[in-house]
């Protein structure tokens, strides 16, 4: 039995070069536009209603009003967000939604004590409310040394601020033109086999934002950015036999879509491979985690090692600084700076500096992720990672150019090769992992045949310092990247 093959990220035609023609549908205003706090007027940029200069007067004329009334520090951050969402299922068109979002909110310290408040009016008269009540909300918030502004040295200068990481890419194209991508993506998984007997749907998204942000650190910046996909969730067989998968594609321009027929055949192929799924008797064995699923086991990492579960000493990992947590064979990268990642920032959520780094090296944990509270919660610097993690890759020093699903499920030998888990059964205090499954059962580096209905259980301890190898099959999920992963050993509660 053969697992189907991932479609490869492609530039393809479809996305880029569909015509312009104009959408009939009426667009759903989420907000409207209000009088600008200064003569910088609003302007339809790349689908926009407001420039980054209008943005600027709006912080402006924020933190200039939190001076007035006595604070002693203020942030302000302008944002808006808008786009398209499409959903068709068996041929039909189920749904079209436009979104246009906006918001500014303000943050007023008052020596030790903060308080911030938000509003989606930008008139004069509803920034100065808004600042009124981020202010009177500092007056009664008890002190907290730590909840400064971050320090000057930290701060990102506009001169340092990274311009070339190529965020944002506006995708034209029309609720027509995204319900016949969207149809088309769906047709090509149901003409996969006559066994794809029905469609829980497809669906394209373009999404597009832009912000600006400033404090009385001296920090000032903003940019736009883009997130564009494709999606399709078909299923196989018929009555108790039925099995369901999906498949989707997501980048910041469209170009570098999977083309629809490469999405839909990928998905019906997954749902096809699961029929006929069965239990297996509870045992202890070896686990592939799909690499989809094993970007999860380094996303708990992130969680275990960031600023807010180690001061509130909630963290499995804590004082994990400088010890072996995962096998020498192990590394870690961050780095903020990939062009077109959905990862990439030249600043981090606070406007501090943001830098390429090794998080761990050779199984050692090299660095956490703080942002300037957390940091100096702990007595230390921070890492600029207010905002979460940049583009983390997990890779091993042992996987070679061949090793791709193949190859790991040679390594694998008699064990479970998982591809979907439900549930979120991570302990954060002690590490404990249970966690409903499906996925296949593997027999001298095999596939034997699907398994459905067990649960997986380990210790995020045990488990990250038992990954055997890591695939060259690396994936991209959201901002972080890594093949499938190979732990050596875990319990396996069946039938």
Known sequence: MNYPQRPARARHAAASTMPSTASTSTPRKRTSAATAPSQTAPKADAGFAYSRAFFEDLVDSAMHHAKKIGATDSSAHASEGCGLSVSVRKGELENVERNRDKSLGITVHLGQRRGNASTSDFSQQAIEQTVQAAFDIARFTAEDPFAALPDEADIAQPNEQRTDLELFFPWAITSEQAAQLALQTENAALCVDKRITNSEGAGVSAQQSHFFSAHTHGFRGGYASSRHSVSVSPIAGKGKNMQRDYWYSSQRDAADLASPEAIGRYAAERALSRLHARKIPTTECPVLFESPLAAGLLGTFVQAVSGGALYRKSSFLLNSLGKQVFPKHIDILEDPFVKRAKGSSPFDDEGVRVQARSVVEAGKVQGYFLGSYSARKLGMATTGNAGGSHNLTLTSRLTRAGDNLDAMLEKLGTGLFVTELMGSGVNSVTGD?????????????????????????????????????????????????????????MKVAGS
């Open 433 to 489: 992992y249970s966690r409903g499954a499906s996925g296949f059962w593997v027999e001298n580096g095999l596939i034997a045949f699907p398994v459905e209905e067990i649960t997986i259980a380990g210790n995020m301890k045990t488990m990250f310092k038992d990954i055997v190898a890591v695939g060259a099959d690396a994936y991209n999920q959201g901002a972080k990247t890594v093949g499938s992963i190979l732990i050596k050993k």
